[in-house]
């Protein structure tokens, strides 16, 4: 259930900024938080109808940013609707840290017959692949510091709390085709290929952004577990921004994995070893491992997977970007 509208605070002098409402940190929990703000110089406390407060803070948009077309500049249902259909880049801003519904964007002419094209050279969801490799080194480093301090995080939490991170960096790529339309995520939900008894599964980890590693461990080792007895909820493994299908503990170097839809992406990860490879002109020994991106060529590009994949090593390769 949506949380209460915000009550809007009282007015300030103009000479003084206007105050904003504080907005709780991220949480796991699902969350609504709507900001409440008076107008730029305005007197007394924003004017906006019920039904408006309501679907803004359905929707996750900043009434402050919304223009009143009502009597006396009140907002009203036609002002929400209104920014409701503005494109993504003009839409008033989204209070970080909040869990919001994915834009629906209808499929651009160019792309229509992108995706005609790819689908009758490649049927069904047409694939593209890309692979980097990644240096480990400072993962480990930091994850034996957290073994001898009693946490246990496995190298699969790192890469799940960075491909979220990632997602951020490079919002096109947290995509699904839906038909004639793109799905436009705002969160950034994890699935983790988890092997069982008929198959495979993909238990979600819900904003695996803003989610400490030691609670994405925790996530993670439950979710496999319940995976493994059957007995997952299906909201729990149904939607997600993409995947990751780690298969280095079974010695596997590198593969490719097929895309899970409605997703429009998933990364095929490889197991950390010992590899020769050139620093400063000289060859050397490192800990890295492969990762290698499948990309859904309808709605996401090569270039916007290269993109994807840079984000993600650099934060592997500088985990301290996790921890904050």
């Known amino acids: 259930m949506p949380a209460p509208a915000v009550e809007a605070p009282k007015a300030t002098p103009a000479s003084a900024a206007p105050p904003l409402a504080k907005v709780a940190p991220r949480s ?21 109808s019920p039904l408006a407060k309501r679907m ?17 500049g009140r907002i009203i249902k036609r002002d929400i609707q209104a920014a409701m259909s503005e494109p993504p880049a ?22 229509k017959v992108i995706a005609q094209r790819m689908a009758e050279v490649k049927p ?5 692949y890309l692979s980097i490799e990644v240096d480990m080194e400072a993962v480990l480093a930091i994850r034996e510091e957290a073994k001898a301090a009693g946490l246990k995080v496995s190298v699969n939490d790192f890469i799940v709390k960075a491909a979220g991170l990632a997602l951020h960096k490079v919002p096109k790529v947290n995509v699904s085709l839906q038909g004639d339309r793109i799905l436009q995520f705002h969160t950034a939900d994890v699935g983790i290929a988890v092997a069982i008894e008929d198959g495979l599964i ?10 400490a590693l030691s609670v994405i461990a925790s ?18 493994y149904t939607g997600g921004s993409l995947t990751v299908s780690n298969l280095g503990m079974y010695g596997v170097d590198s593969f490719i994995a097929v895309i899970n839809p409605p997703q429009a992406s998933i990364l095929a990860v490889g197991a950390v070893g010992d590899r020769v490879v050139a620093r400063n002109g000289q060859p050397v020994v490192r800990k890295t491992m492969s990762v290698t991106f499948s990309g859904d060529h309808r709605v996401v ?4 997977g290269a993109q994807y994949l840079q984000e993600l ?6 985990p301290v970007l996790l921890l904050l």
Request: charged share 30%; no cysteine.
């Open 90 to 111: 003009r839409r008033p801003t989204y209070v970080p840290g909040v869990r919001v519904e994915p834009d629906i964007v209808p499929l651009s002419s160019m792309r």
């Open 124 to 128: 069904g969801v047409p694939h593209f």
């Open 301 to 304: 590009d090569g270039a916007l």
């Open 202 to 211: 993909t238990p979600i980890i819900r904003d695996a952004d803003g989610k």
């Open 313 to 318: 090593k650099a934060l592997l390769e500088h």
């Open 28 to 48: 796991s929990a699902p969350a609504q938080v709507v900001q409440l703000r008076p107008p730029e110089g305005g007197e007394g406390r924003l004017r906006a």
């Open 219 to 236: 996530e993670s080792k439950e979710l496999a577990e319940r995976a493994r007895r059957k007995a997952l909820k299906p909201e729990e």
């Open 56 to 72: 803004a803070q359905q929707a996750g948009v900043d009434l402050g940013a919304v223009q009143g077309s009502g009597p006396q």
